[in-house]
Every structure is written in structure tokens, then in C-alpha cells.
């Protein structure tokens, strides 16, 4: 059984592992709204791997974790991809945010993201950072509610076929 790194209601936050890359993968299927907004593209296999191996320069797979987000009733809802100490030292970096569609509007990202950086902080985190592209227009409101700052903007990058 995988360690309980916080709960947020029904909600129970683990380390994710390679064994849970199947899950995840149908999980990045069923947000593939989100997905093609980010990136212009499906959900490709590739993903999963890219979760658990894409990370910032300078660090290492002992900073970074997947976390998936289990409910008892409904399995997998949601996955994280969080880098500790990025970009700069106490200083947490959320790079993935993702629940399922069915699940979304309903107080549950509230109640992860809050959990989120209760625990965080009492790890070490003063600061949580996160890149929010500019179309992903819900995700801006969202932020902005959970009382997120806007520290820097920058111009579009092409990834995949969109520009972010």
C-alpha cells in the first residue's frame, strides 16, 4: 500500500508509480480537453512517460512527484506533477494540475489544492508556483479564486501544435 501523502476529504493523494502508468494513461484520455487546449495535440502514450521523467534543469527525480489523487468510490480522479525547491529553494513548482472532466466545478480542486499546500508547507514549500497558458481561460479563474498571483507573463512557446 502506497503511502497517504495528504487528504483532501474523500480524496487520498500518493506517491504515483510506474505501476500506475495504465490508470494514468486512461486518465489523460478522458481529459483530452484538456490536453489538445495545452498542448494542440491528443493524449499521446508517450504522457505517462513524460510525467514521471520530464524535469526542469538542474533537478533530479528525489525533487519531483507524481502524485495521483484516489477516491474510494471513484478510483483515480486526478494526477499532480509537483518539483520541490523550483525554481528557487523552499519554492514548490506544480507543473500538472488534472481531474476528470465528470469531477471538475464541484469544490473538488479546492479542497486538493488547499490540502496541496497545507502539506507542502509543512514540508518545507513557502511558495507554490505554476504556469497557467493564456487559453486555458477556466484554469485562469480558478487560480485567481484560490488567491494564486500572477508573478510573470510571457509570450506564446510552440508546443506540440499550440502556441502556450
Same mark, same amino acid.
Given at each position: 500500500?502506497?503511502?497517504?501523502?495528504?487528504? !483532501?476529504?474523500? @480524496? &487520498?493523494?500518493?506517491?504515483?508509480?510506474?505501476?500506475?502508468?495504465?490508470?494514468? $494513461? %486512461? *486518465? #489523460?484520455?478522458?481529459? !483530452?480537453?484538456? @490536453? &489538445?487546449?495545452?498542448?494542440?495535440?491528443?493524449?499521446?502514450?508517450?504522457?505517462? $512517460? %513524460? *510525467? #514521471?521523467?520530464?524535469?526542469?534543469?538542474?533537478?533530479?527525480?528525489?525533487?519531483?512527484?507524481?502524485?495521483?489523487?484516489?477516491?474510494?468510490?471513484?478510483?483515480?480522479?486526478?494526477?499532480?506533477?509537483?518539483?520541490?525547491?523550483?525554481?528557487?529553494?523552499?519554492?514548490?513548482?506544480?507543473?500538472?494540475?488534472?481531474?476528470?472532466?465528470?469531477?471538475?466545478?464541484?469544490?473538488?480542486?479546492?479542497?486538493?489544492?488547499?490540502?496541496?499546500?497545507?502539506?507542502?508547507?509543512?514540508?518545507?514549500?513557502?511558495?507554490?508556483?505554476?504556469?497557467?497558458?493564456?487559453?486555458?481561460?477556466?484554469?485562469?479563474?480558478?487560480?485567481?479564486?484560490?488567491?494564486?498571483?500572477?508573478?510573470?507573463?510571457?509570450?506564446?512557446?510552440?508546443?506540440?501544435?499550440?502556441?502556450?
Amino acid at each position: 500500500m502506497k503511502r497517504t501523502l495528504f487528504q !483532501a476529504n474523500e @480524496i &487520498e493523494a500518493s506517491e504515483a508509480t510506474s505501476d500506475d502508468g495504465p490508470a494514468l $494513461q %486512461s *486518465l #489523460f484520455e478522458e481529459c !483530452a480537453d484538456f @490536453i &489538445e487546449l495545452t498542448t494542440g495535440l491528443p493524449p499521446a502514450p508517450a504522457e505517462v $512517460q %513524460s *510525467l #514521471f521523467t520530464a524535469l526542469p534543469e538542474g533537478k533530479t527525480y528525489d525533487d519531483k512527484l507524481v502524485i495521483r489523487l484516489l477516491s474510494k468510490t471513484d478510483g483515480l480522479v486526478g494526477v499532480m506533477d509537483v518539483v520541490r525547491d523550483y525554481p528557487e529553494l523552499e519554492a514548490w513548482w506544480l507543473g500538472l494540475m488534472l481531474l476528470r472532466p465528470d469531477l471538475r466545478k464541484l469544490g473538488r480542486g479546492n479542497l486538493v489544492i488547499r490540502s496541496l499546500m497545507e502539506w507542502a508547507a509543512a514540508n518545507g514549500a513557502k511558495w507554490i508556483y505554476l504556469a497557467v497558458v493564456a487559453q486555458n481561460v477556466g484554469a485562469r479563474r480558478f487560480w485567481d479564486r484560490m488567491g494564486f498571483d500572477t508573478v510573470e507573463t510571457r509570450p506564446p512557446a510552440q508546443i506540440g501544435r499550440a502556441h502556450v
